[in-house]
């Protein structure tokens, strides 16, 4: 029960060299992207086809999915 109680590591806890924690911050910025790619396309399989193709023919779509997934 006690390590349940345990706080999670922040991401900086010690000061880290610049360049690895800008390799940190590009590799959790592809992670999120390719997450939300992911959830993109599985919500695109769950909807009727009419509706799949009227979010993809908006150019928006991605922007406006992302930003509901976000909140």
């Known amino acids: 029960m006690e390590a ?4 999670k590591p922040k991401y900086f806890e010690t000061a880290l060299p610049g ?3 800008q390799r940190l ?3 959790r910025k592809a992670d999120r992207e390719r997450h939300t790619a992911e959830l993109i396309a599985e919500l695109l399989a769950t909807v009727p086809e009419d509706v799949a193709a009227r979010l993809t023919a908006d ?3 991605n922007e406006i999915i992302t930003a509901a997934l976000l909140r």
């Open 4 to 7: 349940a109680l345990q706080a």
């Open 19 to 21: 360049a690895e924690r």
């Open 25 to 27: 911050y590009r590799q």
């Open 59 to 61: 150019e928006r779509y």
